[in-house]
């Protein structure tokens, strides 16, 4: 009895609260967030045989423009992924992803908010030889993504946020001293977990 009695009360309690996703309509978003990147292509660059998971950290802005449509910017930064030939290790690589895109929030009221989007990617890094540490630039390159996650307000104006996105792209330069020796293929999904902040409108 008295777990059922639990069970009601926490029913009434995310009930009474699911109204703590203010409008994000005319209002600017903070959001953090960390997580991991796995490349979707094994030759990541040009030869290679596989490369692994790797972490990831960013964020980026978001501005709502309805209540349920918002627009934002977002980086994000993987500082080391190892790429292997045969078994071994052969490279580090960092890759910097800058985005641009649109979101659509469904149930933008609610204290679970689900949302999808889209948009278009700049994608740069460096190479890094494992051996010798031999320098080399991966250029810049263009793509696009699309994202799908869940906000979970905690607050009014402060959410969990988890995320999945899938970034393709063109394949970009691999060069040495200027000269190009490859290619690499940014293709991956990025899993992030993180938090949001809305800013009041007064704060304007």
Excluded: C
């Excluded at 639990?6 to 978003?29: C, D, K, P, Q, T």
């Excluded at 979101?103 to 989007?117: A, E, H, M, N, S």
């Excluded at 063109?170 to 902040?197: A, C, E």
């Amino acid at each position: 009895m008295r777990l059922f009695h639990l069970v009601v009360a926490l029913i009434a309690v995310l009930i009474a609260n699911s109204a703590l996703a203010a409008s994000l309509a005319g209002r600017l978003g903070l959001t953090g967030k960390a997580g991991a990147l796995v490349p979707l292509q094994d030759s990541f660059v040009s030869s290679t045989s596989e490369t692994r998971t790797g972490i990831t950290a960013g964020g980026g802005l978001i501005y709502g423009i309805t209540r349920s449509l918002a627009v934002e910017v977002d980086m994000t930064h993987s500082p080391q992924l190892d790429v292997e030939i045969s078994g071994s290790k052969a490279y580090e690589a960092v890759l910097n992803d800058v985005a641009i895109g649109v979101q659509y929030r469904l149930f933008p009221d609610d204290r679970l908010v689900p949302f999808v989007g889209g948009g278009a990617d700049f994608i740069k890094g460096s190479l890094k030889h494992a051996v010798t540490g031999a320098p080399y630039n991966l250029d810049w390159t263009e793509g696009g993504h699309l994202n799908f996650g869940l906000d979970f307000f905690l607050a009014k104006g402060i959410a969990f946020s988890t995320e999945g996105r899938f970034l393709f792209g063109f394949d970009g330069d691999v060069k040495s001293g200027g000269t190009k020796v490859g290619t690499y293929d940014p293709t991956s999904f990025i899993g992030t977990v993180g938090f949001r902040l809305i800013i009041p409108q007064r704060a304007f």
